[in-house]
């Protein structure tokens, strides 16, 4: 449903208040939607006009004629008068709601405790003459407090439900009960935060007890001011006092309290121009107690009608219809901010203060003396709403999918992907470029950017890499939450991917030891002599061509069809996952146990992130899409030669709950308090190594029209850039606006024929000394040739020079000078590592100019191209190979997909990140060779073919001296050491 942002101004347009709210010395009166907010010359008189009351004339006018409220003939006129009109204004401002959002529907919840009474009559009554529906909750008259509680939170939760009224006795509307019900749905006004902004003033953004706001109009004369009136609250204590005297004093009265069974009540009234008695006991006033004119008003009576409609006053001066008017307007209120609440909401980002020390400390060091926003702050400054967040602690939350339904009309901001030159082993920092950019975008720009990351994988943490959460001033933080565990999306992908892998073996073992009628009665029993197909289970037999519903009457060759999936053990592809680096579980044999009966088989680990389902997650746009993913997902080939899916398995049910709440992007913040979506984390040398479509799309809409996005790509622009563009954007329909391409001069320097860099050792002179000869090289041969397979695309290139304190100047300007020469945009040196987002500042801006010119995104090959010519396409255009030679295992793997109907995925190529060929070794733009594809494999469910060019490992080893010896806890305070 499309929730119409100009509901709010012809709301304020067309809303009617009482006619002695339209006159005043000279105030314009606006609406009571949100953000209609009083002006004129009243002052503090304002809120009482917003709340639907006013504020009357000044004080030199004529004194009101209180009596008249007094006259049975005039009373009821007055009420009359005043009901009418608030229906009215409320009926028009409730039509203009539902004429601009057609699928709206306006739902009431009461919560009433015993037989219902006249007054819940009325305002039932009074709903329905405003075309409100009403759902009841009709709990005992002994109901417990708990029993009230736990109503209140389910209607806080339905969003179907835009208020809640408490038809309770005042004995069980607890503090408890009234800190449970949201402010936003409190419709009487009773909650703390809605008295607190009645107090300040701010109810634009509140309500105005509907009790309260009826005995303000009735003490409005029609044409007179009640600025300097003094006004006594006799009994009662509690919300509807503590409104009272608020709004009196606001309107320019003085309000007095008294208790009526004082000695000095008597002498009270005869002093005040008005009485009003709050409380449920009845007392009367006798009339030679009030001065001439005074007024008495009984807020515990009220108002009955008969069948013409007619106002009629019971025997006290009732109030009850006109409160209940007031509460259904409040309902209607609370309508129209939740629309406007639907709408995008412009940033409040409050950035955090960095003071960057020198040295650089560690970056744990750093991270831990950054406090963090709290998470739900950080949420609503950049437009999240409170029923869209999960949080997890303090510092970390997931975000609801909803959120896309929500702002599905808004436009997306700019999309910039963060690619890299080939990289050393060491790493060039695209994470902390990534990083220093928004936080130079957002926090000194004052631009509304988002950073979409990836999730580390646990292995790399312990083994020798480090960690993916940037570094220096440029990083996300906490730092050790975000490297560690998180919210536990890998741990549930390695349960999901582990399941598969217990039901492969388990389905082969049963399928080798029984009967085709004892699998069937097995995989459907009878269960109170009944005996179903599970849904799952009628899924396979339609793919099997079997119409019927009834397992009685399937055919022994059904049954044998049904029952057997026939895995050939030699062709199971599906492997366990551990999020370890763990090289003794690359090749394993499983089922030696003798209960295992004979069923052992060859088989390996990968590392988590090494997992189709990973893939999956990263590119499924929703929940449904992802359901449908992992049934897709090939684990293996039947001796005949068919793909067996996780659906025949069973398992893809099972596997979308074990991933319902991981398919939710990880809200976190930069040490400079600008937001990053952190999410997904597939292998970037056999998967396409890019944080999750959701993220970005989440992202995109967050920042609005003129935001950035910035998300990053695995390795290098020949690998992760590439997947980029021909699968995630495929995938997601997103397209690019720019591209920044990290480069240092260390890794310019080893392409320009430097020593061999290797994680752990010291660093060679010629990384540490000026070389302007090697930093030439480098950039005419791997810089040069990045730029250029950006330009494959069509989209243009900056480069960022991520600056070390080893690099020169000279060397520093000769990079940038000659990466525009090979065809950038632009090329800046950074700093951020050392200055954070001030470091920056020149990349943001030179990335917010390339993305105001026009790009010509294109993919680089058609889906519907031959397997081998994609293949082929890549490894020409992209590494700049002569040709492709493929074994005749490769060759056998392609006739099969393309017989089996997968030849129109797209290729996502499996090769190493350290040089743009298949050889490690050959650095810079390696030409003359010809790319080997030694095997081919297809993740159908993630929806691409991954050639495997050389020799890959899905599972890394540790070092001899992992990070491990250095990771430590201190048991007093908690705290993590080591952690780079």
């Given at each position: 449903?499309?929730?119409?942002?100009?509901?709010?101004?012809?709301?304020?347009?067309?809303?009617?208040?009482?006619?002695?709210?339209?006159?005043?010395?000279?105030?314009?009166?606006?609406?009571?939607?949100?953000?209609?907010?009083?002006?004129?010359?009243?002052?503090?008189?304002?809120?009482?006009?917003?709340?639907?009351?006013?504020?009357?004339?000044?004080?030199?006018?004529?004194?009101?004629?209180?009596?008249?409220?007094?006259?049975?003939?005039?009373?009821?006129?007055?009420?009359?008068?005043?009901?009418?009109?608030?229906?009215?204004?409320?009926?028009?401002?409730?039509?203009?709601?539902?004429?601009?959002?057609?699928?709206?529907?306006?739902?009431?919840?009461?919560?009433?405790?015993?037989?219902?009474?006249?007054?819940?009559?009325?305002?039932?009554?009074?709903?329905?003459?405003?075309?409100?529906?009403?759902?009841?909750?009709?709990?005992?008259?002994?109901?417990?407090?708990?029993?009230?509680?736990?109503?209140?939170?389910?209607?806080?939760?339905?969003?179907?439900?835009?208020?809640?009224?408490?038809?309770?006795?005042?004995?069980?509307?607890?503090?408890?009960?009234?800190?449970?019900?949201?402010?936003?749905?409190?419709?009487?006004?009773?909650?703390?935060?809605?008295?607190?902004?009645?107090?300040?003033?701010?109810?634009?953004?509140?309500?105005?007890?509907?009790?309260?706001?009826?005995?303000?109009?009735?003490?409005?004369?029609?044409?007179?001011?009640?600025?300097?009136?003094?006004?006594?609250?006799?009994?009662?204590?509690?919300?509807?006092?503590?409104?009272?005297?608020?709004?009196?004093?606001?309107?320019?009265?003085?309000?007095?309290?008294?208790?009526?069974?004082?000695?000095?009540?008597?002498?009270?009234?005869?002093?005040?121009?008005?009485?009003?008695?709050?409380?449920?006991?009845?007392?009367?006033?006798?009339?030679?107690?009030?001065?001439?004119?005074?007024?008495?008003?009984?807020?515990?009576?009220?108002?009955?009608?008969?069948?013409?409609?007619?106002?009629?006053?019971?025997?006290?001066?009732?109030?009850?219809?006109?409160?209940?008017?007031?509460?259904?307007?409040?309902?209607?209120?609370?309508?129209?901010?939740?629309?406007?609440?639907?709408?995008?909401?412009?940033?409040?980002?409050?950035?955090?203060?960095?003071?960057?020390?020198?040295?650089?400390?560690?970056?744990?060091?750093?991270?831990?003396?950054?406090?963090?926003?709290?998470?739900?702050?950080?949420?609503?400054?950049?437009?999240?709403?409170?029923?869209?967040?999960?949080?997890?602690?303090?510092?970390?939350?997931?975000?609801?999918?909803?959120?896309?339904?929500?702002?599905?009309?808004?436009?997306?901001?700019?999309?910039?992907?963060?690619?890299?030159?080939?990289?050393?082993?060491?790493?060039?920092?695209?994470?902390?470029?990534?990083?220093?950019?928004?936080?130079?975008?957002?926090?000194?720009?004052?631009?509304?950017?988002?950073?979409?990351?990836?999730?580390?994988?646990?292995?790399?943490?312990?083994?020798?890499?480090?960690?993916?959460?940037?570094?220096?001033?440029?990083?996300?933080?906490?730092?050790?939450?975000?490297?560690?565990?998180?919210?536990?999306?890998?741990?549930?992908?390695?349960?999901?991917?582990?399941?598969?892998?217990?039901?492969?073996?388990?389905?082969?073992?049963?399928?080798?030891?029984?009967?085709?009628?004892?699998?069937?009665?097995?995989?459907?029993?009878?269960?109170?002599?009944?005996?179903?197909?599970?849904?799952?289970?009628?899924?396979?037999?339609?793919?099997?061509?079997?119409?019927?519903?009834?397992?009685?009457?399937?055919?022994?060759?059904?049954?044998?069809?049904?029952?057997?999936?026939?895995?050939?053990?030699?062709?199971?592809?599906?492997?366990?996952?551990?999020?370890?680096?763990?090289?003794?579980?690359?090749?394993?044999?499983?089922?030696?146990?003798?209960?295992?009966?004979?069923?052992?088989?060859?088989?390996?680990?990968?590392?988590?992130?090494?997992?189709?389902?990973?893939?999956?997650?990263?590119?499924?746009?929703?929940?449904?899409?992802?359901?449908?993913?992992?049934?897709?997902?090939?684990?293996?080939?039947?001796?005949?030669?068919?793909?067996?899916?996780?659906?025949?398995?069973?398992?893809?049910?099972?596997?979308?709950?074990?991933?319902?709440?991981?398919?939710?992007?990880?809200?976190?913040?930069?040490?400079?308090?600008?937001?990053?979506?952190?999410?997904?984390?597939?292998?970037?040398?056999?998967?396409?190594?890019?944080?999750?479509?959701?993220?970005?799309?989440?992202?995109?809409?967050?920042?609005?029209?003129?935001?950035?996005?910035?998300?990053?790509?695995?390795?290098?622009?020949?690998?992760?850039?590439?997947?980029?563009?021909?699968?995630?954007?495929?995938?997601?329909?997103?397209?690019?606006?720019?591209?920044?391409?990290?480069?240092?001069?260390?890794?310019?320097?080893?392409?320009?024929?430097?020593?061999?860099?290797?994680?752990?050792?010291?660093?060679?002179?010629?990384?540490?000394?000026?070389?302007?000869?090697?930093?030439?090289?480098?950039?005419?041969?791997?810089?040069?040739?990045?730029?250029?397979?950006?330009?494959?695309?069509?989209?243009?290139?900056?480069?960022?020079?991520?600056?070390?304190?080893?690099?020169?100047?000279?060397?520093?300007?000769?990079?940038?000078?000659?990466?525009?020469?090979?065809?950038?945009?632009?090329?800046?040196?950074?700093?951020?590592?050392?200055?954070?987002?001030?470091?920056?500042?020149?990349?943001?801006?030179?990335?917010?100019?390339?993305?105001?010119?026009?790009?010509?995104?294109?993919?680089?090959?058609?889906?519907?191209?031959?397997?081998?010519?994609?293949?082929?396409?890549?490894?020409?255009?992209?590494?700049?190979?002569?040709?492709?030679?493929?074994?005749?295992?490769?060759?056998?793997?392609?006739?099969?997909?393309?017989?089996?109907?997968?030849?129109?995925?797209?290729?996502?190529?499996?090769?190493?990140?350290?040089?743009?060929?298949?050889?490690?070794?050959?650095?810079?733009?390696?030409?003359?060779?010809?790319?080997?594809?030694?095997?081919?494999?297809?993740?159908?469910?993630?929806?691409?073919?991954?050639?495997?060019?050389?020799?890959?490992?899905?599972?890394?080893?540790l070092p001899t001296r992992p990070c491990f010896y250095d990771i430590d806890l201190d048991p007093v305070t908690e705290e993590i050491t080591g952690l780079f």
């Amino acid at each position: 449903m499309a929730l119409k942002m100009s509901v709010l101004r012809s709301a304020c347009r067309g809303l009617r208040v009482p006619s002695a709210h339209r006159r005043g010395t000279g105030a314009r009166i606006l609406g009571l939607a949100e953000g209609c907010v009083p002006v004129g010359p009243a002052g503090n008189r304002d809120v009482l006009r917003a709340a639907g009351t006013s504020a009357g004339g000044a004080s030199s006018r004529a004194a009101p004629n209180f009596g008249r409220l007094t006259q049975k003939g005039d009373e009821a006129e007055n009420y009359g008068n005043y009901l009418r009109e608030v229906v009215q204004s409320t009926k028009e401002l409730m039509g203009t709601l539902q004429r601009d959002n057609p699928g709206l529907t306006l739902v009431l919840a009461i919560i009433q405790a015993g037989e219902e009474d006249d007054l819940l009559e009325i305002n039932k009554k009074m709903a329905g003459k405003i075309g409100l529906n009403v759902t009841q909750i009709c709990l005992s008259k002994e109901c417990t407090e708990d029993e009230i509680v736990e109503e209140v939170l389910k209607l806080n939760e339905d969003p179907r439900v835009h208020g809640v009224y408490l038809h309770l006795p005042p004995s069980s509307l607890s503090s408890r009960v009234l800190d449970a019900l949201s402010s936003q749905k409190d419709v009487d006004g009773m909650t703390d935060l809605n008295l607190g902004r009645l107090m300040r003033g701010d109810v634009s953004r509140g309500f105005v007890p509907p009790a309260a706001g009826a005995v303000m109009d009735l003490l409005e004369s029609h044409e007179v001011s009640t600025w300097g009136k003094t006004v006594l609250l006799a009994g009662g204590e509690g919300p509807l006092k503590a409104s009272l005297q608020c709004l009196l004093q606001r309107g320019g009265m003085v309000a007095l309290s008294a208790q009526r069974d004082s000695q000095s009540f008597q002498n009270q009234v005869m002093q005040v121009d008005a009485v009003v008695l709050l409380g449920t006991d009845h007392v009367d006033i006798p009339p030679k107690w009030l001065k001439p004119g005074a007024a008495v008003l009984h807020c515990d009576s009220i108002l009955t009608s008969d069948k013409q409609e007619d106002i009629r006053l019971s025997s006290q001066n009732g109030m009850g219809q006109l409160t209940a008017a007031y509460r259904m307007q409040n309902m209607v209120r609370s309508t129209s901010r939740w629309i406007q609440e639907q709408q995008y909401q412009p940033w409040s980002l409050r950035s955090l203060k960095l003071q960057p020390l020198t040295p650089v400390p560690s970056d744990i060091e750093i991270s831990r003396a950054q406090a963090p926003k709290p998470v739900d702050h950080l949420a609503r400054e950049v437009g999240l709403l409170p029923q869209e967040l999960e949080a997890y602690g303090r510092t970390k939350a997931k975000v609801r999918l909803s959120l896309l339904d929500r702002l599905h009309a808004q436009p997306d901001g700019k999309y910039v992907l963060v690619a890299g030159i080939t990289p050393t082993p060491l790493g060039e920092g695209k994470s902390t470029v990534t990083i220093g950019l928004v936080q130079a975008l957002s926090a000194h720009l004052q631009l509304n950017s988002f950073a979409c990351l990836r999730q580390p994988s646990q292995g790399p943490t312990f083994g020798v890499k480090g960690g993916a959460a940037g570094g220096g001033y440029a990083q996300v933080i906490p730092m050790e939450e975000f490297n560690l565990h998180l919210t536990g999306d890998i741990h549930a992908i390695t349960a999901a991917n582990n399941l598969v892998a217990a039901a492969i073996d388990a389905r082969m073992l049963h399928e080798a030891t029984q009967t085709d009628k004892a699998l069937y009665s097995r995989l459907v029993p009878s269960v109170n002599g009944v005996r179903r197909f599970s849904p799952i289970q009628i899924s396979r037999l339609r793919r099997l061509g079997i119409s019927t519903s009834d397992p009685g009457s399937l055919t022994p060759q059904e049954v044998s069809a049904f029952v057997r999936l026939d895995l050939d053990p030699s062709k199971v592809t599906w492997q366990r996952v551990v999020d370890t680096n763990d090289r003794f579980l690359r090749k394993i044999t499983v089922g030696q146990a003798s209960t295992e009966k004979g069923q052992a088989r060859e088989t390996g680990f990968d590392i988590a992130v090494a997992s189709e389902i990973m893939a999956i997650l990263a590119l499924a746009d929703g929940l449904g899409d992802m359901k449908r993913r992992l049934g897709r997902m090939v684990v293996g080939t039947s001796r005949s030669g068919k793909p067996v899916t996780a659906e025949d398995l069973g398992v893809s049910g099972a596997l979308a709950v074990l991933m319902k709440d991981a398919i939710k992007p990880t809200l976190m913040q930069t040490l400079e308090g600008t937001p990053v979506f952190v999410h997904a984390g597939p292998f970037a040398n056999i998967a396409h190594g890019n944080s999750s479509v959701l993220a970005d799309k989440l992202a995109l809409k967050l920042v609005g029209r003129d935001g950035f996005v910035v998300t990053e790509a695995g390795f290098g622009a020949d690998i992760g850039m590439e997947k980029f563009f021909n699968i995630k954007c495929r995938a997601s329909g997103l397209r690019p606006s720019v591209v920044v391409l990290v480069a240092t001069v260390r890794a310019l320097k080893m392409h320009g024929g430097g020593p061999n860099v290797s994680a752990g050792a010291p660093l060679s002179r010629e990384y540490i000394d000026e070389n302007l000869s090697l930093v030439a090289v480098g950039c005419h041969s791997n810089l040069k040739k990045q730029i250029q397979i950006a330009h494959l695309f069509g989209v243009p290139v900056v480069v960022a020079l991520n600056v070390f304190k080893t690099d020169t100047q000279a060397e520093i300007d000769l990079v940038c000078q000659i990466a525009k020469e090979c065809g950038a945009s632009d090329a800046v040196p950074c700093h951020h590592w050392a200055q954070g987002g001030r470091g920056s500042v020149e990349l943001a801006r030179a990335v917010k100019e390339a993305t105001s010119r026009p790009s010509n995104f294109q993919f680089l090959y058609d889906l519907e191209m031959p397997i081998v010519e994609k293949i082929r396409t890549i490894a020409q255009k992209v590494y700049g190979a002569d040709d492709i030679k493929l074994s005749p295992e490769a060759e056998a793997k392609i006739d099969d997909y393309t017989r089996q109907g997968y030849a129109s995925l797209p290729i996502c190529m499996a090769k190493t990140h350290l040089s743009l060929s298949h050889m490690p070794d050959r650095k810079g733009t390696p030409t003359g060779f010809t790319l080997p594809i030694r095997d081919i494999r297809a993740s159908v469910g993630a929806g691409f073919i991954y050639p495997l060019v050389g020799t890959m490992s899905t599972m890394p080893g540790l070092p001899t001296r992992p990070c491990f010896y250095d990771i430590d806890l201190d048991p007093v305070t908690e705290e993590i050491t080591g952690l780079f």
